[in-house]
């Protein structure tokens, strides 16, 4: 109808533009101001002319098609030409519309994706930033192929690096294979911490790590056989964690791939004239843009996080031609970032725009932050298995008879996390309190799983959906109900938004937003209760809204029981 009207006005002033006036075009806050409203300020600016006598042409040129473009009336309130819709009208539109994948736009039909998300560092525990980083890629991952982007996730895991020449020294002096398979991450969490302490007073122990570390660039049997094994230690935690989340990954290749990779990347920086020489090592001199240095091989002639980066960025545009690529780290990455994306431009890749970092913010634990220095170690997978515990605790008091409790204790515990990482804005920190996650009340997890709950009950007790053959929309008209039709339509926009802003909090809030519009109905319009007619109409919005609940928790990789 929007677009209708737009068309329209451009129509009939030939002045503005279809484009120019849906961007105007509002939706006034207070309901009472109509379902849409055209300010007329800016136009009074274009045309020097007083923007209440614009308002009123507006009004006066619309009338006569009000039939035509399902307008109820027409009102002026100062520079406002307000318009207040044909509800049954519209609410037929809408339910229209949402038949067909909500309304949904696929623009990205026939464009690649890469997503580089998660990519945790091996021998290292999975930690809430970690967790935040694969919640939050997975959500955009299923946000863009909901748009029908094809869309290739990325594990770029921490697999290189020096760290891991003193972890073989760790091992070799306080470690055993039989202590590390039966510990796994934190037995060499625990060799490395001491490693780091003893190296203080054996400074030789580092001698000995970097000649591990050169070994292992060396492609000594040995050395890898050891890192090799490290890794297959590490990926079957991650994958323990990736399950009770639900995530899977297109490619595990991490950094360590792109070590012999780096060779040509430096020598297509010395004929492009970028390197320096700098202590021996290699760099970028990035002073004009205001950065530090670029590092691209240390002294011994290794490579680094960021040319390995740069050499994955060439690797994926060649294999995957990506349309985007982004990367989904906390913000104290950014710098880095900015400077590897730096050098892709000034290695002349007009492309190089194409690069996105997505940064998020801390995350902190009951206020305390956590740092594995500190040893205020939280594992993303306690995190998930404690939700699901207290999830279980709450079903026992409140609904001890319900079938099956252990999956609906697993996704509710789980979706709880998921949405209270998504529910803000993701450059924002995040403080994790227990009670605040697993509320059945305000803005969490729970609480919309409930409200699918609660549409989905009712549904049951109706028997299904019927095939309908005529619905009276009229009987949709009421303000409440009506709310609540509008809100349907703003799916679309939510998805579209998060999207561009590569914010699923977007989808969260609107979730909210639509529960609590549900909820609202759900109270008031009674459906079991109600005259045949109103029942199939509400009943028709009761199975429209729980597609919609379910859909958009889908986009934040977030379960709905049937009954809870
Ligand atoms: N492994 C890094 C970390 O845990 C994240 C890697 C992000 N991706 C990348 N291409 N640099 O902090």
Redesign the pocket.
């Given at each position: 109808m929007k677009e209708k009207v737009c068309n329209k006005v451009a129509e009939i002033f030939e002045e503005i533009s279809y484009e120019q006036i849906y961007e105007m075009m509002e939706i006034p806050t207070d309901e009472k101001m109509g379902d849409y409203a055209i300010p007329c300020f800016a136009l009074a600016k274009l045309w020097h002319k007083n923007p209440v006598l614009i308002a009123k042409e507006m009004k006066e040129m619309l009338e006569p098609y009000s039939e035509e473009l399902g307008i109820e009336k027409l009102e002026n309130v100062g520079g406002y030409c307000n318009i207040f819709v044909n509800r049954a009208k519209y609410v037929e539109a809408i339910m229209e519309q949402m038949q067909q994948d909500f309304g949904v736009k696929k623009s990205g039909i026939g464009k690649t994706i890469c997503m580089?998300y998660s990519?945790?560092?091996i021998a290292k525990n999975f930690h809430v930033g970690?967790l935040r980083t694969t919640i939050i890629g997975n959500s955009l991952y299923k946000l863009h192929e909901k748009q029908g982007y094809q869309v290739v996730r990325i594990n770029?895991l921490?697999d290189w690096g020096t760290q891991f020449g003193k972890l073989i020294v760790a091992y070799k002096n306080w470690s055993s294979k039989e202590a590390v398979e039966e510990n796994g991450i934190e037995e060499l969490m625990r060799i490395y911490v001491k490693f780091n302490t003893e190296k203080d007073v054996h400074p030789e122990l580092m001698e000995e790590a970097r000649a591990w570390f050169v070994r292992m660039e060396q492609n000594d049997e040995e050395a890898l056989a050891i890192w090799n094994w490290f890794k297959e230690i590490s990926m079957v935690e991650y994958e323990r964690v990736y399950k009770l989340l639900g995530v899977s990954f297109d490619s595990y290749i991490g950094e360590s791939f792109y070590r012999d990779k780096v060779p040509a990347l430096v020598a297509e920086l010395e004929e492009k004239g970028l390197l320096k020489e700098s202590q021996g090592a290699k760099i970028i001199d990035l002073s004009e843009y205001d950065m530090a240095p670029c590092l691209i091989t240390k002294s011994d002639g290794g490579s680094i996080?960021h040319s390995r980066?740069i050499a994955?960025i060439l690797y994926r545009k060649k294999t995957y031609d990506f349309e985007k690529c982004l990367?989904v780290?906390?913000s104290e990455?950014s710098l880095h970032f900015k400077q590897v994306f730096k050098a892709i431009e000034l290695m002349g890749y007009e492309w190089h725009d194409s690069l996105v970092h997505v940064p998020y913010g801390l995350v902190s634990l009951e206020g305390a932050k956590l740092s594995t220095r500190t040893g205020n170690i939280v594992y993303a997978e306690d995190i998930l298995k404690e939700a699901t515990e207290r999830a279980m605790k709450a079903i026992q008091e409140k609904n001890p008879n319900l079938p099956d409790k252990e999956t609906v204790a697993k996704q509710v515990g789980v979706g709880a996390v998921i949405f209270h990482d998504l529910y803000n804005q993701r450059i924002k920190n995040v403080n994790f309190s227990w009670d605040e996650v697993l509320s059945f009340e305000g803005t969490t997890g729970p609480y919309v799983q409930y409200t699918y709950a609660r549409a989905k009950s009712i549904l049951r007790k109706c028997g299904g959906m019927q095939e309908m053959t005529s619905i009276d929309y009229g009987a949709l008209t009421d303000d409440i109900s009506f709310t609540l039709v509008k809100t349907l339509l703003g799916y679309e926009e939510a998805i579209a938004n998060a999207v561009e802003r590569y914010e699923p909090s977007v989808v969260a809030r609107y979730l909210i937003a639509l529960a609590t519009a549900f909820n609202r109905f759900y109270h008031e319009c009674p459906i079991l209760q109600a005259d045949e007619t109103k029942k199939q109409a509400r009943l028709l919005l009761v199975d429209m809204v729980q597609q919609v609940i379910k859909d958009a928790c889908g986009l934040l990789d977030m379960e709905c029981p049937e009954e809870m």
């Open positions: 580089d990519s945790p560092n970690h770029h921490g996080y980066d994955a990367y780290t906390g990455q």
